[in-house]
């Protein structure tokens, strides 16, 4: 902004030399002067840099001596006109001014760009060390963990194809599940590692999600696994409604009559089976969980996972645009009065520690569903990883609490 303000400044000092360059083009067209459409604004330069010299112009051409007279009445026009231009017309010139502006400043930007960028990847670099020196023991044991869990749930899988075991439904469901899990819990790595705690804590509520959904249908077996399957056609369904309500707001085509056919048809299909309850959100968990309308504490609830209700709505807090988001940030320690608008080496802990938690719960429940010894060793190793990656989270927590409170402190003292 300070660029653009300097740029406003630099063009509004120029609007006295504009509307005097006006003026002296009415009066050589009076006197039958034709002149280049430069030479009246060149002229009202020479008049305003106070130099009292003739005003000399077109070195080479055959010389004339052009006289130019402002009388009261000139000098008033032109007052007039400025004041009116500066009470009305200014109005008009600056929107113009700032699509100019806009345009010479995003030419600066991208010119410049490379060097900029290359100056914030330093930095990138620089802070990342910062995280890797307070929390690395804990984000280093929470990707062994990560990748011990991902060759386990491969190995597992493997196990099952090649023993030609029957391809039950919900097998596929709560494979897919965990699938799901690690790559969330890559993302909630990559966020804790470049120093975004609350962004985290966002992606732990999705891994959450899915190791309660993998729970309840670990539980009720194959046949909410076919009513969680069945319900992708009532999410099309609301999918396809959305659409139709905005596409042509969007520049975009309608769906063809041949898919919209194909929708409906399975659409109908599921509610015909499973009734119209089946519509809700979560309508595919109703016939087990014996409720009309169910919610995901009730899932939670059926899942054994209520206690963690409390890190979930924190969760909700950093997906959802409410009050809350504003003013209480994980990167932020214990001084909410300040504003977080990038990375943070603070509030690693909660996230990191709530991960490591339910990765293991949604590993072991798929991983363990026909154990061989393998599996049991595999599990209990996970769980030592689990142990230690929570116990290193922490220690490095208070260590960051201590050095803080040091930290304000000495600030008081200097103050003092």
Not at 303 to 322: E, I, P
Not at 375 to 402: G, K, N, P
Request: proline share 2%.
């Amino acid at each position: 902004m300070d660029v653009f303000q300097k740029q406003l400044d630099r063009s509004l000092s120029t609007v006295p030399q504009r509307f005097l360059a006006n003026l002296i083009a009415k009066k050589l067209r009076t006197q039958g002067i034709k002149v280049r459409k430069s030479v009246p604004d060149k002229i009202a330069e020479h008049v305003l840099a106070g130099n009292g010299k003739p005003f000399k112009y077109g070195a080479g051409s055959p010389s004339r001596n052009i006289t130019l007279t402002l009388t009261e009445s000139d000098v008033s026009e032109l007052g007039t006109a400025l004041e009116k231009f500066l009470d009305t017309g200014i109005q008009k010139f600056i929107p113009d001014l700032a699509g100019r502006l806009a345009k010479d400043l995003v030419k600066h930007l991208r010119s410049r760009w490379e060097e900029e960028h290359a100056l914030q990847a330093t930095e990138v670099f620089l802070f990342r060390e910062r995280p890797e020196e307070r929390w690395g023991e804990a984000l280093n044991g929470l990707r062994i963990l990560l990748t011990c869990v991902r060759e386990w749930g491969g190995s597992a899988y493997a196990r099952r194809q090649s023993a030609g075991h029957a391809k039950a439904l919900w097998h596929e469901i709560l494979l897919r599940l965990h699938v799901r899990a690690c790559q969330v819990t890559d993302e909630i790595i990559c966020l804790l590692e470049n120093g975004f705690a609350d962004g985290a804590m966002a992606r732990w509520r999705t891994l959450h999600e899915l190791a309660v959904v993998a729970t309840v249908i670990h539980q009720h077996g194959e046949e909410i696994a076919e009513r969680y399957h069945a319900h992708q056609a009532v999410e099309s369904k609301r999918a396809m409604r959305k659409y139709a309500s905005c596409y042509a707001l969007l520049g975009q085509r309608p769906l063809s009559s041949r898919e919209v056919s194909r929708i409906d048809k399975a659409y109908n299909a599921a509610i015909s089976k499973y009734g119209k309850d089946f519509d809700s959100d979560y309508g595919w968990a109703i016939y087990h969980l014996k409720k009309r309308k169910v919610t995901f504490a009730d899932l939670a609830q059926e899942a054994g996972r209520a206690d963690m209700r409390s890190y979930y709505q924190m969760g909700n807090d950093n997906v959802h645009a409410g009050i809350k988001s504003l003013f209480v940030r994980l990167g932020l320690v214990d001084n909410y009065k300040r504003l977080l608008a990038g990375r943070s080496n603070a509030g690693l802990a909660d996230p990191g520690q709530n991960t490591a938690h339910t990765l293991m719960q949604i590993s072991v429940l798929v991983c363990l569903s026909e154990p061989v010894l393998d599996d049991i060793v595999a599990a209990e190793t996970i769980r030592l990883l689990r142990d230690d990656v929570v116990r290193s989270f922490f220690r490095a927590h208070q260590r960051l609490r201590r050095d803080d409170k040091r930290s304000k402190r000495s600030g008081e003292k200097a103050t003092a």
